[in-house]
């Protein structure tokens, strides 16, 4: 793939598109708002969490009529929560399959990737530690860097930002309706993985995939259309 750099960037969503940790999120989610006599629904996860910053997240569990709760006590409650996703998490924490493989074969198409996710540094940090793979990113965007979730497309503009990218020379792996839609108002392609099993993302995505062994790298500049 010459000159691939100047042709194609990819960014990648993390839960749920780099490890299939969205089942292990609603656990700890579930065990971590009994804590506070809060019950989750399926309903509630998928409207009210998933895609979501912890800020958005905590405000609407724990804030009095959608008042906005402080960044100490937002910061307190995420770190509760985040620490007790991790821990339940840990023993089985893995790639989704053959996603180490193709992150091999797109560094050495010199294709640069960056991360863009909703999710905290500290889970961010957990992810690459674990898995080994913080060194096949040039960008790590999370949610830290912009003020709006997805679908909001903030995170996938700062990514193109950072690695230098138009966005349509983007194509970015997701696997919510969140991310998908969030993806597409950046005015970028999307590859959708079918491990949160959600329709919506799937039916309006540009490729679907099951994991990382149904893609290859030649077959990525041609999705970009």
Do not use: W
């Amino acid at each position: 793939m010459a000159d691939a750099t100047n042709k194609l960037y990819l960014i990648f969503d993390m839960d749920g598109t780099l490890i299939d940790s969205n089942p292990t999120h609603k656990r700890a989610y579930t065990e971590f708002f009994a804590r506070y006599n809060i019950t989750l629904t399926d309903e509630g996860f998928k409207d009210h969490i998933s895609g979501r910053m912890n800020p958005d997240i905590m405000t609407y569990f724990f804030g009095e009529k959608g008042e906005k709760l402080s960044d100490d006590r937002i910061d307190e409650l995420t770190k509760e929560k985040e620490t007790l996703y991790q821990q339940l998490y840990a023993p089985s924490i893995e790639p989704v399959k053959g996603l180490t493989e193709f992150l091999m074969a797109v560094r050495d198409a010199d294709i640069p990737m960056a991360l863009a996710t909703s999710a905290p540094m500290m889970n961010v940090d957990f992810v690459f530690d674990k898995l080994g793979i913080r060194q096949f990113f040039q960008q790590v965007i999370t949610d830290a860097d912009v003020k709006s979730g997805k679908p909001d497309p903030s995170v996938f503009q700062v990514a193109a930002d950072r690695l230098g990218a138009e966005p349509a020379r983007c194509l970015v792996f997701e696997d919510s309706a969140k991310g998908v839609e969030a993806a597409q108002k950046a005015r970028m392609k999307v590859v959708a993985l079918t491990t949160s099993h959600e329709p919506e993302a799937t039916e309006k995505a540009d490729k679907v995939i099951d994991n990382y062994m149904q893609i290859k790298v030649d077959q990525l500049i041609g999705l970009l259309g």
